[in-house]
Structure formats: structure tokens, C-alpha cells
């Protein structure tokens, strides 16, 4: 079974940062495009990062290029989304999300909620 | 950039069928992926790759794509089918995976 949990999630300052990860099991890894989408709440579903099986490609929304890095540890079996200069406007449930190809998803995570506040 | 567009909401009564529309500049043209997404719940994927269902979908679950407008179709509706559905491609001209508004689909 195909497991993809989320952690690291919080409550953080604006202007503050934060580090997301993503831990998979049932699923050979190091062969999966990974992604993360988030969802503000009571909104719907926006895309956020992806890189693709070995880590050498990324790319980004432009609602958070310079601010989000994406990477992954394949020996970990691990995603991680690196958040700086978090706004209000980043406030939402993070999911990460696998998939064989750079067009779209097969598996997702249950997310976990981030929330930028003073 | 790419824009997705979905109606906001769709109502049909049991048993009849539910069409939930994805309107994008030649879409027909691009791979399109539809999720299903429950209250409280992560995203499943009901098609994938226009008209390809994952194991464990049901076959009343159907979609196609073409010209400018991707359709997923629901037949035989049920009450477990109320939730909000996305369809999502991705946009190789900006390498940028992008989603739909997404649509409530009520079940009368």
C-alpha cells in the first residue's frame, strides 16, 4: 500500500519559515516525479512545486519562485518543501503528491496545515 | 499563463448523469487528469490521462477531451458521489502543472 505523510506543519510568523516533509513507503521512489499542492482554506486545489525522480529538475508556481525550494533525498525516501518569507496568503493545507510522469498525479498524502499569523 | 475553467456547481438527482466541464485554450491537445475530493479528505484521482480510470474506480466514472473543453462524466450518480471535482493538466509551454477552480457536485 502506498503511503505518503506529510509533517511539519505550524504556526509560523510572517516573514518566518518553515520546512515540510514528505515520507513514502509502498512505492519505489527514486521513480516518481514528486509534487506539492496546497488548498487555502474553504478554497480549491493550486499547484505549489514539482521535481521530477533523481532531483535535478524543479519548477515552480510563480506565487512562490524565489521563496519555496523543493528537494527530495531518495536514500530517505523523503519530499521536502523549504518555506521562507511565509505570508499570510501561504496559509493553507500542504499536500505531496507522487506520480510517473510531470503531467500529472497518482497518490496523495492526507496534507498538513500550515498557518502564516502574528 | 494557462487557465482551467470549471462551473462552480453541478446538481443532478440519483441515478441520472452528472457532466462536469474543464474549458482551456486547446485543451484537447493535452493530457488531462480529474480528481475527486470528499470534505475533510486528500484528492483521488478518478481519471487520468483523459479517459483512463485507476483500479478501484468505479466505470460510471468517464471522461473525454477534445477541441477546447474536457468533459468528466459521472452515470448512474449516488449519494457517495457529492464531493468537489478538479481536472488539472500541465502546461509544457511553462512547464507548470495547473488546476481547475473546481466544481461542487451536489446530488439532489
Known amino acids: 500500500e502506498v503511503q505518503l505523510v506529510e509533517s511539519g506543519g505550524g504556526l509560523v510568523q510572517p516573514g518566518g519559515s518553515l520546512r515540510l516533509s514528505c515520507a513514502a513507503s509502498?512505492?519505489?521512489?527514486?521513480?516518481?516525479?514528486m509534487y506539492w499542492v496546497r488548498q487555502p482554506p474553504g478554497k480549491g486545489l493550486v499547484w505549489v512545486s514539482r521535481?521530477?525522480?533523481?532531483?535535478?529538475?524543479?519548477s515552480n508556481a510563480d506565487s512562490v519562485k524565489g521563496r519555496f525550494t523543493i528537494s527530495r533525498d531518495n536514500t530517505k525516501n523523503t519530499l521536502y518543501l523549504q518555506m521562507n518569507s511565509l505570508r499570510a496568503e501561504d496559509t493553507a493545507v500542504y499536500y505531496c503528491?507522487?506520480?510517473?510522469?510531470?503531467?500529472?498525479?497518482?497518490?496523495w498524502g492526507q496534507g498538513t496545515l500550515v498557518t502564516v499569523s502574528s | 499563463s494557462y487557465v482551467l475553467t470549471q462551473p462552480p456547481s453541478v446538481s443532478v438527482a440519483p441515478g441520472q448523469t452528472a457532466i462536469i466541464t474543464c474549458g482551456g485554450n486547446?485543451?484537447?491537445?493535452?493530457?488531462v487528469h480529474w480528481y475527486q475530493q470528499k470534505p475533510g479528505q486528500a484528492p483521488v484521482v478518478v481519471v487520468y490521462d483523459d479517459t483512463d480510470r485507476p483500479s478501484g474506480i468505479p466505470e460510471r466514472f468517464s471522461g473525454s477531451n477534445s477541441g477546447n473543453t474536457a468533459t468528466l462524466t459521472v452515470s448512474r450518480v449516488e449519494a457517495g458521489d457529492e464531493a468537489d471535482y478538479y481536472c488539472q493538466v500541465w502546461d509544457s509551454d511553462s512547464d507548470h502543472v495547473v488546476f481547475g477552480g473546481g466544481t461542487k457536485l451536489t446530488v439532489l
Open positions: 521535481i521530477n525522480s533523481d532531483g535535478s529538475s524543479t
Open positions: 503528491a507522487s506520480g510517473l510522469s510531470p503531467w500529472g498525479t497518482d497518490y
Open positions: 509502498g512505492l519505489t521512489f527514486s521513480s516518481y516525479w
Open positions: 486547446n485543451i484537447g491537445s493535452k493530457s
